[in-house]
């Protein structure tokens, strides 16, 4: 379409260049003077404003529009006609940008942004609804975004429809406005549409959105398109991104519903469940496989702690039963010694039958701090001397305990407590017999206190235990430290292979290391780099137009008389 050169003034505004064109209008920059503001200004083309229906259009839409106040749709400021004799729609000056150029230049956003953008336009369609305004031209080419993927506005509402409006509503159709690829069957059958027609709509474009592709053939044949649309009723969502939530592809078929009655009923209801894909994608990102995975930190320093304990308590039994068998040893052999002294000490006294002597002799020993009972017993086994006096005269009690071992000969000893003594402990005991030359003249009970041995012993014991403790959490402890820089590294690979998988094969993991994991790392980019030349070299062979490049024309089609065929679209 050639335009005649740029208007220096439409109404009172001052025009510096164009921003945009679609097939039926042609967008300026502008500025109003009077309020020192920018703003956008539309026009119909020329050989539009010859004719009468697309001059009454653009009241509609100038009406339509200008009837909304909403974040998420272009606002309009004013509408008029110039002095000559143009009509004009000024509105907010936008980037300029649509959605379809966006992703023609920078490629298809990332699921969050697809869920954003989502929510954006069907809570600004579900508001334009409640104001009785269907729109009728959902397409990404009237998708307005600002410099990044945030802003978000619908507008062109070129062929919108106002409910309330005298001059549409009741006037019998004779034809059909929109953007073929992108509306739904009721309006292609050229039956008055209602708000679920944009639901629809919205559906193709998300369609698009999620697979990269459109649901159904391009066509400019209505008659083919539609039996296109017959023969698949339910065109399949295979997402371009494999973490796409389960959700926003029901949503997708459920906008696409053939009947509009089996589609969402309101904008409100897209945006609910928009939401919900947004939280199943956002857990799913969080954790990808939470159920099955236990750490391989928590793994290792587990394994690791429980062989070291196995190993520190094996070592630790072999310390305590060696320093047992040293301590014992020692507490016999000084008893044992003693013994003997002091049998040998008494038997002559014994032979003799001097009473008095071995009493004294008792006497005499019993004042050593170790010993802590002494008997002397005659042959009969009559106790004639005792450190516990009471047991004077009385026979010699058998013992009962624990036989202690690792001595021979005539030596008997035993680990037990004296009866009657209330205050003695535990001692060593050792009945020894007294000989005089060959002959037995009777015999020794000696105790022994190894109290101060067994307590030296339970504080070293004590001591290793503290020691071992300390190595157990120590080695743990750094294990489970060091295991974190290993699974960062882990992540950061897993991540580059899910980058992968969702198919972007310009991505390079960056970090450089000089061990195995960075080895893994080079083969992972030199992989990625083979995928990149190879996806290349098959554009190459097969190059194709992507489908994003094309710009949908709105047209208004005139409705076949029942008797004819349908006449050619008109753009
Ligand atoms: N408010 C605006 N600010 C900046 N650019 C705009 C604005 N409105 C439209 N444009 C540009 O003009 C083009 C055509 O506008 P549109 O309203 O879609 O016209 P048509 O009805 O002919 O399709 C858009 O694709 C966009 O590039
Ligand atoms: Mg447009």
Redesign the pocket.
């Known amino acids: 379409m050639t335009e005649p050169p740029l208007p220096k003034r439409i109404g009172r505004y001052r025009i510096d260049g164009v921003?945009?064109?679609?097939?039926?209008?042609v967008?300026y920059a502008g500025f109003d003077p009077d309020i020192e503001r920018e703003v956008?200004i539309?026009c119909l083309h020329r050989e539009m404003e010859a004719d009468p229906a697309y001059r009454r259009r653009f009241v509609v839409e100038a009406r339509a529009a200008g009837h909304l106040t909403h974040p998420h749709i272009?606002t309009v400021f004013d509408a008029g006609e110039s002095e000559q004799g143009h009509s004009y729609i000024a509105?907010?000056?936008?980037?300029?940008?649509?959605l379809a150029?966006r992703v023609a230049r920078e490629g298809f956003p990332s699921i969050l942004v697809i869920l954003d953008l989502a929510e954006k336009i069907a809570a600004a369609l579900d508001y334009a609804h409640a104001k009785g305004v269907v729109h009728r031209d959902i397409k990404p080419?009237?998708i307005?975004l600002g410099s990044g993927w945030s802003t978000v506005k619908i507008?062109?509402f070129?062929i919108a429809e106002r409910r309330d409006s005298d001059t549409v509503a009741d006037t019998p159709r004779t034809e059909i406005g929109g953007t073929l690829a992108y509306m739904a069957p009721e309006q292609l059958r050229g039956e008055r549409t209602d708000m679920r027609g944009d639901l629809f709509s919205l559906g193709v474009m998300l369609f698009w959105l999620v697979t990269g592709k459109l649901p159904w053939h391009e066509t400019d044949d209505i008659q083919r398109l539609v039996r296109e649309r017959q023969r698949i009723r339910r065109p399949g969502v295979v997402p371009r991104d494999p973490t796409t939530p389960a959700i926003l592809v029901d949503i997708v078929q459920t906008l696409l519903a053939p009947d509009a009655r089996d589609r969402y009923q309101r904008g409100a209801e897209v945006v609910e469940d928009l939401r919900l894909a947004r939280r199943e994608y956002e857990r799913l990102q969080e954790r990808p496989l939470d159920s099955r995975v236990i750490s391989l930190r928590v793994r290792w320093s587990g394994l690791l702690g429980v062989v070291l304990s196995l190993t520190l308590l094996l070592g630790l039994a072999a310390i305590h039963a060696k320093q047992n068998m040293a301590v014992t040893g020692l507490a016999l052999d000084f008893g044992n010694s003693l013994g003997h002294m002091i049998a040998s000490e008494s038997a002559e006294d014994l032979l003799l039958g001097d009473r008095a002597a071995t009493r004294a002799l008792v006497q005499d020993i019993a004042s050593n701090q170790q010993i802590s009972y002494l008997a002397i017993a005659d042959r009969q086994g009559e106790i004639i001397a005792s450190t516990q006096r009471g047991q004077v005269g009385q026979a010699l009690p058998v013992l009962a305990g624990k036989r202690t071992s690792g001595h021979n000969g005539d030596l008997q000893s035993y680990r037990s407590r004296i009866t009657g003594d209330s205050k003695a402990g535990e001692m060593l005991l050792f009945d020894i017999p007294i000989r005089y030359q060959t002959a037995t003249v009777g015999d020794l009970r000696l105790g022994v206190d190894d109290a101060q041995l067994r307590a030296a012993q339970k504080t070293t014991l004590g001591v290793i235990i503290a020691v071992l403790l300390v190595t157990l959490v120590a080695v743990v402890g750094s294990a489970y430290w060091l295991s974190r820089r290993l699974l960062a590294l882990l992540d950061l690979l897993d991540n580059a292979m899910l980058q992968v998988a969702r198919g972007d094969f310009r991505y390079r993991i960056r970090l450089a290391r000089r061990d195995e994991l960075g080895r893994v790392f080079a083969t992972f980019n030199l992989m990625n780099g083979a995928l990149q030349s190879g996806r290349a070299q098959s554009q190459k062979a097969n190059p194709v137009t992507p489908p994003d490049r094309v710009e949908r024309p709105?047209v208004i089609i005139p409705l076949p008389d029942p008797a004819g065929e349908p006449k050619q679209p008109r753009r």
């Open positions: 921003l945009g064109e679609g097939a039926m209008s967008v956008a539309k272009v509105m907010e000056r936008l980037s300029g940008e649509t150029g080419e009237n307005m507008s062109d070129g709105t």
